[in-house]
């Protein structure tokens, strides 16, 4: 046992970084552009309320894991269109980890009590999770697509520019449907040519597809391994708005958002929203007498 509880520097551990005369030392600062990346809290609370520190890096960390699921799950769609169902499987497995993650830290906002909240809450403004572009971004590729919620951005042209691009591609869904259409299973031939603009609907007919390869699972392993995945993925999606909801709720109660929501009501309605409908109907089915 080190009495001295002191654990010595390795020798060979690097010292220098930057130019040395022989090579560039990158430095972890350096890559993760940490000088950036920390000095972007400003909190606009005056005096400065310190519980406002929370909000913000509750709010970027998010951000910054929407902005990771948001790759991932485009991976994902292009996977999929290349019939490579394997690796589209191992980006959905990272997907809803990170969800986890993204649910797990309300826990973390849920320690900001109303009374601290209300002490620097004025201070925002009109600014509102709801204005999230990303998290907007993110319902759109797994296929809750609204034109109106693009008219917030109109104020930031590279988020209203990202969103129109993912309101006008297929999702995660279309492109899976269709490649189970090359896999030869009978999807019906309207979800194929369907306006993609619009929110994928509730089909009965797909209903049927799905229970056959349910119920042939060992020949369609991979197409029944990702119909798992998928409803994982919903499942997931709908605890972190819930948890949203009962955060807000816990925070604000049944006060407008800053953004000028209901709030509360309005989070509520999105628990009604489902990106794979069909995925939900075939257990009926399967258990049906």
Known sequence: ?????????????????????????????????????????HPVSRPVHHD???????????ELWLKLVLHELRAVRDRLRANELRPALKSLARVKHIQRQLTDQWS?????????????????????GFQSYQYRAVEFILGNKNREMIEIFDHDPAARELLETLLAEPTVYDEFLRYLHRCDHAVPQRLLERDVTQPHVFTPELVPVFRHIYE??????????????????????????????KTVER???????????????????????????????VRTEIHAP
């Open 1 to 41: 046992m080190n009495g001295e509880n002191l654990r010595p520097l390795e020798e060979g551990v690097v010292r220098e970084f930057g130019d040395t005369g022989e090579r560039v030392n990158l430095s972890y600062g350096a890559y993760l552009h940490l000088d950036q990346l920390l000095s972007a809290q």
């Open 52 to 62: 406002e520190l929370l909000f913000i890096v509750q709010h970027q960390t998010s």
């Open 108 to 128: 973390v906002l849920a320690t900001l009590t109303p009374s601290e909240y209300a002490e620097f809450r004025r201070f925002l403004g009109t600014s509102s």
């Open 216 to 245: 042939h699972s060992r020949e369609f392993w991979e197409a029944y391994e990702t119909c798992e995945e998928l409803v994982d993925l919903e499942e997931n999606f709908q605890l972190w708005r819930f948890r949203h909801l």
């Open 251 to 281: 925070t604000i109660g049944t006060a407008r958002g800053t953004g000028g929501s209901s709030g509360v009501g309005f989070l509520r309605k999105a628990l009604d929203l489902t990106f794979f409908p069909e995925l939900y109907a």
